[in-house]
């Protein structure tokens, strides 16, 4: 960028100088604000969930949050009213949130790397332009939507299927909204993916193939390896995502706080306890109200911590063949 | 490829192993895209095909005593209109006599036929006088069985409408004319009488605000990290800033707004206008990271050559890169709205929740949003309401396919391929 200096050259008198010199440091100032609003909203969302968490850990400490096994928010509407304390132990809503996360990875892993190593190593040019796009109208489509058709649509239809064959399933069971939120994310998966096997320079490609390796021989053991680092962050990415989706299980997956691994019964997650503590009207003070917020920062820590690997990794094979 | 034992039995098996291994490996890509977009296809076939009712709606005729006895014409509304529909309906079918039939009969037509019959003569006063024919909406349960959602073979304690109020509709004269209440109405607890005008004007609303926050700053942002900012620690840490602010999840922008712009500031809850506060923030590292690569794409040249004419920095920026930048600029900002169209969550966390009938009339007053009204359709029980849900939802998805075309046509019409 040019130095500062030149600020003055095109100005013929000095008092348009000075004016032009005022206006443009208070472009400049007001371009720095900008900028310094993302930091502001990050600095805003830390310093908000950390204060409103801290003030449900004064009254649940944080060992019972993290290490109880129960969850049950609800207390005493009325303080003169005698109700059973609230349970706020985090794990049934972090198994389950782990679970429904693992199905959709099940999901979406298989199709959309399949669907990213031939849309970059078989696909036709022409293929590509009309698939490509395609994909991306599924991470396009909103949540609410998958949402609906979860609920109405794929929950009745496994529920059906899983009584035709014996098998007791729950009318919000983890495996629909699981594999709905699979679909959701292939995109993510495949267009990420994609972009990391094109990055395998094309002489590892020209070496194995002049070997006498087939294609797909060439793919499984030459550009799949190379190409890992990346397929594991966007991996990650997609991770993530599933951990913070919300619509889809809080249309699909119910509130039931149940510790199990079963996909066919009924869990919940954190993000669909955050709005089912926020949603409809309450006093804004009481625990019940607060531990969204603690359920907030962990959500926060955990999707950060995975996108923060997840730049980390990708960054890294980057660098290894530029 | 030529195989040099070729002339090996086992060679030549080995070989076709492979290559049979090889279209097996081309056929599970094919069959991994094919699932993908068989799914969406289905999705939205289905989603089409149980919304496409919610555009019909039910008619009944009735003919109701609009004499003067009835309706004082100096008073028009003092009268009573639910009486004048009820007194139709008994005429209609004076076997209704006891007090549980007369309910069921009253059940046909909408609770709103009252206010329909008011309109119509507040409109054309000369209907008074006489006998006269008008329509009124039907219950959404008589417009359950029109569309044919309600089996006649069942037994009639397994369905919502019983044998003798069948008859009635049979008996009735019913049209089934287009729905445009759908798109005139607020939302109501009357499925009949539901519509998404005021979950649409709140969309619009806080859209509107998104736009006036995450444009400006999205791209002023965008052009000092990219033409002015220095390399270093600090522009290192608001670009990993922004990276990170585009995977948070959606929720989390909720909790902000709740607990930032509702409880420390004070902004009235429900409203437009902190709605489209928390979705410019979900907008803009979207927009800023849209806007970069497109500023990216401008030549050097174009800089070097207005500096050298004696522009500062500052004026080459503005004056000569971002105007050539500014498609780039209204693609990234159009996907991003069309993002924050169909976000939810966020919604949720500061109060869009609410049970909304009138259209708000600014960004204060509460309001709705398009896809929290689908989220509120989807959750309640009534038949008629899941094909208003799916009505809504193909609603939202022509306006998201419609910002996306302008997007594309945008990006393909004013790019400069330098």
New interface residues.
Partial sequence: ??SDN??T??SFNITSGNR?KF??TL??A???L??????A??I??VL??I??ALEFFKRIPLSEFLFSTEWSPQTALRSDQVATEGKFGVIPLFTGTMLISAIAMCVAT??????A???AE?ASKRTRDW?KP??E??A??????????A???VAPFIRMTGGNVGLEVSSESALAAGLVMG?MI??LISSLSDDVINAVPQAMRDASLGL?A????T??QVILPAALPGIAGSLL?AA??A?????IV??AAGLAANLTANPLEAVTTI?AQ??AL??GDQE?DSAKTLS??AL?LL??IV??AL??LS?RIVKKYREKYD | ?TNPDANFLKGQKHLTR??R??Q???W??????A???T??VF?VA??FWQGKGALITTKIALTVDLSTEMIDPANIKGASFDKIIKLALRTEFPEATKRKQKKRLYALVSSDAGFQLRDQILEGPALLGADQTIWVSASDDVDMLMKGHIDRNKPQNSRRLSDQQISWIDALLVKQVFNTGFFTNGDSREPELAGILSALVGSALSLLICFALSF???I??A???E????KGRWSD??EI?????A???????G??G???FL?VFGLPRSSPLVGGMVLS?MT??TI?IAARASLRAVPPSIREAA?GM???????T?HHVAPLAMPGFLTGTIVGM??A?????PL??I?M?AFIVDIPGSILEPATAL?VQ??LW??SPERAF?EK??AA?IV??IF?VLM?IIAIILRKKYEIRF
Wanted: aromatic fraction near 10%.
């Fill in positions: 960028m040019a030149m600020n050259a095109n032009s206006t443009e472009v400049k007001a371009m720095i900008c900028s310094l609003v993302a930091v909203v990050t805003g969302i908000s969930l204060f409103e298989p199709l959309g790397l399949a669907s190593v031939f849309l078989y698939v395609m994909l109208i599924l396009g489509i909103p949540t609410v939507v998958y949402g609906f058709f609920a109405l649509t679909i292939v995109p006498g087939t294609h797909s021989e793919v499984k990415l993530s995502r951990i913070g989706e919300t619509m809080v249309m993000t955050i709005v926020l949603t804004f969204a917020f907030g959500l926060f999707t950060l996108n923060y730049l | 490829m492979r290559y291994a090889e097996r490996f081309q599970i890509g094919r069959i991994a895209i699932a993908s977009l799914f969406l999705m289905s989603i400006p700053i999205g002023m942002s052009i000092y990290l033409e002015f900012a220095k840490l608001i800033n922004i990276n990170n602010l995977a948070v999840p959606s929720i989390v922008f909790l902000l709740l607990s930032i409880n923030l803009l590292p800023i500096l004696g522009a500062s920095p500052v004026q080459a503005f069309a993002q169209l169909g976000e939810t969550a949720l966390m109060g929740v896809p689908i989220f989807a959750d899941l849900t799916s939802i939202l998805l998201l996306n």
